[in-house]
């Protein structure tokens, strides 16, 4: 049982150990706030791909992170006004966008009726699992329910197209591939030195003084630049290996050290018997071959008389 135990405790050690993705923290907050230029940065949700493409290039990124970025689309809920226009009239078609699939349609059509008063309410932007992080939203788009425009348009371009297609049957190569591309954009536009401010409210700029920071403030944390914890997680991998290494003896029945003179198994399984399998030893019988220790009895003084006399 202990056995099985140590390997479980290793595989957990091995999962967790491939889980981790070293990431940048420290950003400092901008001292200003632009909506002109929000809105000519950041991509919508009526831009064709190129556009949106293109303002992932000018940010230092690709196409290949507009397709796993979009896939942080896999949680949350969307305005019915970002995308009631291929609900009733597409493109000023007057009718529904084609490339949505039937039933997802009527579906929305019946969460955001053709009025302005439905434009706030939401509907689920990944519909099978709203609120888990999986892949599920790319299995839609390549069945025609993506519910943005954009999010579908991945789809009619061959490159994020096979992506796509990649992500619905490789959920572990988008975990991994949203991961770097996180990373990627987390160093979009880093302000250093004196830019910027790290503040304890995040929505308002502080007024000066900022808070006063003397450290760096945009922390290299990631393990890329530093060996230290790589090599806490080795001797922990090491440490738990001989000690399943040494339990599997044990319970083997072999000896840990070699048939030298230290017997520390046995000293280790007298020890943690109780432990190790549940057994408490009764209390030690005392052997029958060792010597009872009598109550000394004061000799008698001898009868020099009688002695003398039996001569
Ligand atoms: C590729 C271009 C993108 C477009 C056109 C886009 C567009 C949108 C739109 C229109 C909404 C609904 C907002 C609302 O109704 O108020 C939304 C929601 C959301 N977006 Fe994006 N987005 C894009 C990229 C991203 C990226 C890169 C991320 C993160 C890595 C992201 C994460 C989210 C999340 C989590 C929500 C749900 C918010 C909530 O439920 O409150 N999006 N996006």
Redesign the pocket.
Known sequence: MLKELARQLFRVLIYWLLQQRSCRFGRRDGLTASQKAANENL???F?PLEN?TAK?ISKGLDIKD?VV??G??T?????CF?FKNRLFNFKGSGKPDPRLDSSSLTNLQSMCPNKDASNTN?AP?DSPSPYTFDNSYYTSLVSNSGL?E?DQALMGDSTAAALVNSYTYMAYLFNSDFAAS?VK?GNVGVLTGKNGQIRKKCGPAATPPPMEVTQQAYTAHTGHGSVGPVIAVLAVITILGVIAGMIGRICSGRRIMGHGQYDFEGWVERKCSSCLDGRVDPPLARPADIPVAEPVKEEEPRDEGRRARTK
């Open positions: 991509p919508g949700p831009e949106i992932f507009v970025l979009s942080a689309h949680i949350g809920f969307a305005q970002t939401l932007l943005l954009s996180m954009m």
